[in-house]
């Protein structure tokens, strides 16, 4: 599910939300994934609050461990994604592309931390990863590619 707490007109929902769908199945994310699409000053909070950093940024992962729901045939919760449409907005005009574009490199990299990988700790897994997978994903460059990570 997508939750927008900043309305912008050039996000397309559903469209993110098919993205989402394709995108985490191929990154191999297990469960249900929340996205949330916010603001810079939402996501200082959240930076602040969860990795003690008191700065904005573009996107946050909150991985939850795999587990069946309590009820059956409740899918479990891969995580959470946050994403300040404020900085992605100044990423995609830098990168001369849509908001809509940007979003979706943004959450595939969140969903490749979903899934496992860790850019900062691996030798370079997430980011061969997640260049093959914006080839498939018809995507840009990526965020650890452009050198942002």
């Not at 309305?7 to 191999?28: C, Q, S, W, Y």
């Not at 810079?40 to 969860?50: G, K, P, T, W």
């Not at 300040?84 to 908001?99: F, I, M, P, W």
């Amino acid at each position: 599910m997508i939750q927008l707490t900043k309305a912008d007109r050039r996000i397309r929902r559903a469209e993110l939300e098919r993205f989402v769908r394709t995108a985490a199945k191929a990154a191999g994310v297990r469960g249900a994934v929340e996205v949330l699409l916010t603001d810079d000053a939402e996501m200082r909070r959240l930076n602040e609050s969860y990795r003690h950093k008191r700065k904005t940024t573009d996107v946050l992962t909150f991985p939850a461990d795999y587990s069946p729901g309590p009820a059956e045939g409740v899918k479990g919760l891969a995580g959470d994604i946050a994403i300040s449409l404020d900085t992605a907005a100044k990423q995609a005009a830098e990168q001369r592309h849509s908001l809509q574009t940007e979003v979706k490199v943004l959450l595939l990299h969140g969903l490749l931390h979903l899934a496992g990988m860790d850019h900062e700790t691996d030798d370079g897994e997430m980011r061969a990863r997640e260049s093959a997978l914006r080839v498939r994903l018809k995507l840009p460059s990526g965020l650890i590619s452009r050198g942002k990570r």
